[in-house]
Every structure is written in C-alpha cells, then in structure tokens.
C-alpha cells in the first residue's frame, strides 16, 4: 500500500493546481451519499466565487433528494479537453461518477477513505477524518478559497451526515474546530438546516418499524434484512429507503454488526450497506466487490450465494469480536 505524506503545503498546492486551469471538473464516488454531495456541490461553487471567469462544472448522476445541496451541471464533453479534475470522498479510480467520458489532464483527490488506488497528481487523504466535507473546510480556511453561507451550509450538512451526527469515532476536535469556524466565521444557521438532513414521510417511519420487526439477528449479534420490490411498493417508499435508514440501527444492545441487502436491478447485482459497532468489516466487504470505512462499509456482490457467503463472514466476524469481548 502506498503511504501518502500530507505536505505542509497540501492546501496552497491544492489551491495553486486550481488557480492554473481554466476549466475543472468537480466528481465524487457512485451512489452519492449527502457527504459526497455536498462537498462536490460546495467545492465547485468556491471555485466559482474565487475565479468567476473559471468554467467548473460538477458532474455525475443526478439525485433527486439531493437537490437541496444544489444541482449537477450540464455540459457539452468537448469542452473539458485537458480540464483539472477534483474528485472527492472516494478511493478507487473506478468508482468516480463520470470520470470515463472526460479527457482530463490532471486530478486532485481529497478523500478521508483507507488508502486504496493512487490516481491524483496531488493527493490529500486522511482517513482518520469524519468527512469529505471536515477535509474541504480545511482546503478551503487554509488557502485563497473563498467562502459563503451556502457552502458553508453544505459543509456543514456533509460533516453532520457522514459523522452521524458526531456519534461515530472518526469525530475528533479537528471536526469541532471547523463546525465551531463555520458557525463563528461564516455565520451559518445550523439548526435549521436540520430537516434537509432528517424530515421524512411518515410512510418512510411506518417502513422503519417494519424493517425493527422483521430484522434477523444470529445468536452471534449480525442483523440483517433482505429486501424485494414487494415491500417498496406496500409502503410506497423508494428502494433506496434502505440505504438511508442503516445508520439508524445503531446502538441496539447485542447487535455488533447490520446489513441490509437490496437488488440493483440497473447493474445486475446486489447492493449490500454494512455497518458495525465492533467488527473490522471494510476487509470482509473487499471480498464482495465493495470497501468502505472500519465501521461502515458496502459491497456489490453478484449473487445471492455470494451475499449469503458475505452474511457468513460478517457472522464469523462478529462470534470473533463476542468472544473477545
Ligand atoms: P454505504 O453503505 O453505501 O453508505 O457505503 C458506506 C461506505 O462504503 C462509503 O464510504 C462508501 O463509499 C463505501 N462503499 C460502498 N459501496 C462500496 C463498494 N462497492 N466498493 C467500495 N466502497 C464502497
């Protein structure tokens, strides 16, 4: 594995890369998360406020419950012929959303995953950060970058969502230093951007109790729920409802590790969301087609034998992590 070496100077050379191109392209990892989003959203629009003569666009699918952070652009592909290419929060080449169509000349990566494919010519990553967006703040306060309530907003909302609300211990007093300089400096009003982050539908709230009372759990604490198209249309929620909803599963007694699995019927294979509150499980999701964090991770496994063999190991993982306790 190679060991990237935070300069002194990370930020000004992030800064400096920015100010040499005329056109950047601002992407982040597939199946975008509010963390992704948001520092997507919130990097493209300080380059923009800073060089306005700039062309920077943020690219990759459009999320529709997302668009409250902002919107991805429009662009014709000719026009980012030797662009500058940001990507953020994601670790592996091939899981950065539109990357294959640009005919880029440099990347910068700025992501707080464990280490895996080197790709920028400069590259900050420290994965002992809560967020993508805890990471950008420091880019963005520790160089010529501009700043406005907006994207303070979405730093903000990206720090709180992929920290969970402070609760997960990648929470450290650098992540308090940079809420308090948005708060103090930027003036942001973050109680009431709370709902952007957690107002539901009722019938969502009706599909969290179905989902605590139909949970299995193994004598050895693994949680887990197979979900079909069924259960989406009986409660009217989207199957991406799931996704959503694991960080919620947090903190049940004798539960160390949950799983939800879903059917990603665009790609043909499984979409699988894992989380734990002890057992290492990023090592057991590589196994599957996925990585992630220590503690929050997925996969995409093929089959449904490769999913019950992926249920498998994370119920070995957590009989080990029991044992031990
Ligand atoms: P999720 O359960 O989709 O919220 O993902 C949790 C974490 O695992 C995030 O940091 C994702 O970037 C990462 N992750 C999810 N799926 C994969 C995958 N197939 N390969 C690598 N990392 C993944």
Redesign the pocket.
């Known amino acids: 594995m190679d060991v990237i070496t935070i300069t002194r100077n990370i930020y000004k050379d992030i800064y400096k890369k920015i100010k040499e191109y005329d056109t950047i392209v601002v992407l982040r ?1 597939v ?1 975008p ?1 509010p963390d992704a989003i948001a520092s997507q959203i919130a990097l493209r629009d300080s380059i923009k406020l800073t060089f306005p003569k700039k062309k920077v666009y943020a690219l990759g699918a459009s999320v529709s419950r997302f668009k409250k952070y902002g919107l991805m652009d429009k662009v014709n592909y000719d026009e980012l012929k030797n662009s500058l290419v940001v990507a953020l ?2 670790p ?1 080449l091939f ?1 950065v959303d539109g990357l294959e169509y640009i005919e880029y000349k440099e990347m910068i990566k700025i992501d707080h ?1 464990p280490f895996e494919d080197k790709f920028g010519e400069i590259e900050y990553v420290d994965p002992d950060a809560s967020s993508a967006c805890e990471l950008l703040a420091k880019v963005i306060f520790n160089s010529k970058l501009k700043i406005d309530k907006n994207i303070a907003n979405n730093l903000f909302l990206g720090i709180v969502s992929d920290s969970d609300r402070f609760l997960v211990d990648s929470t450290t007093k650098e992540t308090f230093k940079i809420v308090y300089k948005l708060i103090d400096e930027v003036d942001i009003d973050f109680t009431s951007l709370y709902p952007i982050l957690y107002e539901r539908p009722i019938n969502e709230i009706k599909f969290h109790g179905y989902i605590a009372n139909n949970l299995t759990i193994t004598e050895n604490g693994l949680a887990y729920m197979k979900f079909d198209a069924d259960i989406f249309n009986e409660y009217g929620v989207d199957p991406s409802t799931p ?1 959503n909803m ?1 960080n919620d599963f947090n903190n049940i007694k004798d539960i160390y590790s949950w799983v939800f699995i879903t059917t990603d019927e665009k790609n043909d294979q499984y979409k699988v ?2 989380r734990s509150r002890g057992p290492i499980i990023n090592e057991i ?1 590589s196994k599957y ?5 220590k503690f ?5 496994p093929k089959t449904m034998e490769s999913v019950d063999n992926l249920i498998k190991d994370l119920d070995e993982a957590c009989k080990n992590y029991k044992d031990n306790l």
């Open positions: 990892h199946s998360d929060d994601v592996n899981r995953h996704s694991i969301n894992i999701a087609n996925g990585g992630g964090h929050a991770s997925g996969a995409r």
